[in-house]
Structures are given as C-alpha cells and as structure tokens.
C-alpha cells in the first residue's frame, strides 16, 4: 500500500473532505520516487469526485429544491440554505414574500456576512416577489450560508422562497 493510500485507508469516500486531499497531497512531491503516489493521489481524487463532485461542479440532477423561511422579528438573521461538509448549493433564484395585508416588508439578503441584497421589498400581501435576476450565480458551501432579516415592516409576515441545486455533495 503506498504512504499516500495508507494515511486516507480509515475513511470512506463520504468522510473524506477537500482539506484531507490537500493535506495528503501535499505530500506528494514532483520527482520521478513519487511516480507510484502521484498517480495513486490521481486516482483518489478522481474516485472522491465521482462521490461528491460528478457532474465537475456543475447542477447535479435530480437535486433540486425551493427552500421557504420565514422571517424573525427584531431584524433577526434567519439561515434559510445552509450546506454541510463537501456541499455546495447554486442559488437558481429568490424571491421575497409577503403575508401581511398592512405594509411592506424590506428584507436584506447576505451571503455569509456579505450584503447580497439590500433593499429587497415585497408589497402587502404578495405571494412571492423576485429580488435576485440577472445577477449571480452564487454558491453557498459550509462557510457562507444564505440568510436574510427584515429591516422594515413586520418581521413574520416575510418569507423567504430560494431555488437551489446541488453542485457538490
């Protein structure tokens, strides 16, 4: 077993994470003793791709969903698509809702921490308004999960609809 194969042989391919692949292979070095563990480090990661990562970073088939948060009061973030480990989600679309009758909402869309949206508004009892269009794409993975807060109106008559596709798993 080469030294390569030998440090990842007590995980299985779902437990393996990106970190551990560039920890591993930092180990491989580009001389010709290091053949044999250039070529086994190949493999690993074209067999950890075909795991987590088979259609190369584009839409996975079959996963996608729309993702509906209602809004907090007090100007309170709320996650509405967060990812675990290897995940990574492409926002397709959102849209802002509102199910008062009384006022508008205003909301702010982040990435992270990083404003995506500032000023999305949603009239009086609107069944879905689109914030996000012809900007983008985006991507939330483990460390930036999307997320809004109200910032005017009422904070639970705002929900939140997110179109999402897997590119990762």
Same mark, same amino acid.
């Given at each position: 077993?080469?030294?390569?194969?030998?440090?990842?042989?007590?995980?299985?391919?779902? +437990?393996?994470?990106?970190?551990?692949?560039?920890? #591993?292979?930092?180990?491989?070095?580009? !001389?010709? *003793?290091? $053949?044999? &563990?250039?070529?086994?480090?190949?493999?690993?990661?074209?067999?950890?791709?075909?795991?987590?990562?088979?259609?190369?970073?584009?839409?996975?088939?079959?996963?996608?969903?729309?993702?509906?948060?209602?809004?907090?009061?007090?100007?309170?973030?709320?996650?509405?698509?967060?990812?675990?480990?290897?995940?990574?989600?492409?926002?397709?679309?959102?849209?802002? +809702?509102?199910?008062?009758?009384?006022?508008?909402? #205003?909301?702010?869309?982040?990435?992270? !921490?990083? *404003?995506? $949206?500032? &000023?999305?508004?949603?009239?009086?009892?609107?069944?879905?308004?689109?914030?996000?269009?012809?900007?983008?794409?985006?991507?939330?993975?483990?460390?930036?999960?999307?997320?809004?807060?109200?910032?005017?109106?009422?904070?639970?008559?705002?929900?939140?609809?997110?179109?999402?596709?897997?590119?990762?798993?």
């Amino acid at each position: 077993m080469s030294e390569i194969r030998n440090q990842l042989k007590n995980q299985n391919l779902e +437990a393996v994470l990106p970190a551990s692949l560039a920890q #591993v292979g930092g180990q491989v070095f580009p !001389d010709e *003793p290091s $053949i044999q &563990d250039q070529l086994d480090f190949a493999q690993i990661v074209r067999t950890w791709s075909s795991v987590h990562a088979p259609t190369y970073g584009n839409p996975i088939g079959s996963t996608s969903s729309t993702i509906t948060k209602a809004g907090a009061a007090g100007e309170a973030e709320v996650e509405v698509v967060t990812a675990t480990k290897s995940e990574v989600y492409r926002v397709q679309s959102i849209a802002l +809702a509102n199910g008062g009758g009384a006022a508008p909402v #205003v909301a702010k869309i982040l990435l992270g !921490d990083c *404003p995506l $949206i500032l &000023d999305a508004t949603s009239a009086p009892s609107s069944t879905g308004e689109p914030v996000l269009s012809g900007a983008g794409p985006f991507f939330v993975d483990v460390n930036s999960p999307l997320k809004f807060a109200v910032t005017s109106g009422t904070g639970t008559d705002a929900t939140l609809l997110v179109n999402v596709i897997k590119v990762s798993q």
